[in-house]
C-alpha cells in the first residue's frame, strides 16, 4: 500500500507540472506518434517491392509492429531511464535517492515517468485489431486473458534489459554508448526472426531476447508454425520473468557497490 500511494503521488506531481506545460505534452505525443507513423511507413514501402518477407505477408508484419508498439509504450511509460547514468551517477542524485526509505530503482523509475508514451500502445492496439479482421483470425475470450500474459512478459524483457544496462553505471563512467546500440537492435524483435542468419536469430531469442517483446509472441495470435514460433510465444512470460529478475540482481548488486557521486 505505502508503494502504491507513492505511485500516486508521483502521479499527481507529474499531472500538475504538465497542466503548468500543456503544449509541451502534446508536443511530446505527437512526435511520438510522428515517430512510430515513420516506421510503419518504411514497413508498408518495403512491401511495395515484394510481395512477402521470409513467408510473412504485409498484413502479418504489420500485426506484429502493431504488437511490438503495445509492450514498448507501456515499458517507455514506466520504465524511462535513458538518462540514468547522467542524471544520477554524474550529477550525483543517486545520493538523494538512497537517503529515502523505498527502493531505489522504484523512486528513479518514478520520477522519470513519461504517460506520453502510452498513446503508442493504443495506436498498436488499434492496428492490431484492424489487422486481425483482415486476416479473418479467430477470435475467444481466452485470446484476451493470454494478449495480457504476453504484453506483460514482453514488458518484463524490456525493463529487465535496460535496468540492467542503467545498472552497469554503478561500475562504468560512461555507459550511455551502448544505449543506442541496445535501441537498435531491440527493432529488429518487429521483424520476422527467420529473416536473419542463425547467429543473429540466436542473440534476438536467447542472449538479448527482443524477438520475445515483437514477433515471437505475435505468432501466437497467427498461428505461424515456421521455427516453432508459435510454441516459443508461450514462454514470454517466463523469459519476462528470468530477465527482469537478472536485471534487478545487476541492479542491487550496483547499488551496493555504490560509493557516492564525490566531489
Known amino acids: 500500500m505505502r508503494y502504491a500511494s507513492l505511485f500516486l503521488e508521483y502521479i499527481k506531481n507529474y499531472a500538475k507540472t504538465r497542466l503548468t506545460y500543456r503544449a509541451d505534452f502534446w508536443i511530446e505525443v505527437l512526435s511520438d506518434l510522428l515517430f512510430q507513423g515513420m516506421n510503419l511507413i518504411f514497413i508498408l514501402i518495403v512491401f511495395q517491392h515484394t510481395p512477402s518477407l521470409g513467408g510473412w505477408s504485409e498484413a502479418e508484419v504489420v500485426f506484429v509492429y502493431g504488437f511490438f508498439m503495445i509492450p514498448y509504450g507501456v515499458f517507455s511509460t514506466f520504465f524511462s531511464i535513458w538518462n540514468f547514468s547522467e542524471r544520477y551517477i554524474v550529477k550525483g542524485e543517486m545520493d538523494r535517492v538512497l537517503t ?41 475470450i481466452l485470446d484476451i ?41 531491440q527493432n529488429y524483435g518487429r521483424y520476422p526472426v527467420n529473416i536473419y542468419n542463425k547467429m543473429i536469430r540466436f542473440v534476438l531469442t536467447w542472449l538479448l531476447p527482443f524477438a520475445f517483446v515483437g514477433v515471437i509472441p505475435a505468432s501466437y495470435f497467427l498461428e505461424k508454425k515456421a521455427d516453432d514460433l508459435s510454441q516459443l510465444a508461450l514462454l514470454t512470460p517466463v523469459m519476462g520473468i528470468i530477465v527482469f529478475s537478472l536485471g534487478l540482481l545487476l541492479w542491487n548488486h550496483g547499488v551496493k557497490r555504490y560509493r557516492g557521486a564525490g566531489s
Do not use: K
Not at 157 to 174: E, K, M, N, V
Not at 178 to 184: A, E, F, G, R, S
Open 100 to 140: 529515502r526509505p523505498a527502493h531505489s530503482l522504484y523512486q528513479v523509475l518514478l520520477e522519470n515517468v513519461d504517460p506520453p508514451s502510452l498513446i503508442g500502445s493504443f495506436v498498436g492496439a488499434i492496428i492490431m485489431a484492424l489487422c486481425w479482421t483482415q486476416l479473418d483470425l479467430p477470435f475467444q
Open 145 to 185: 486473458v493470454v494478449l495480457m500474459l504476453l504484453i506483460l512478459g514482453a514488458v518484463l524483457i524490456y525493463a529487465g534489459l535496460y535496468t540492467a544496462l542503467s545498472a552497469i553505471s554503478f561500475y562504468s563512467d560512461a555507459p550511455t554508448g551502448i544505449v543506442p546500440l541496445m535501441y537498435n537492435i
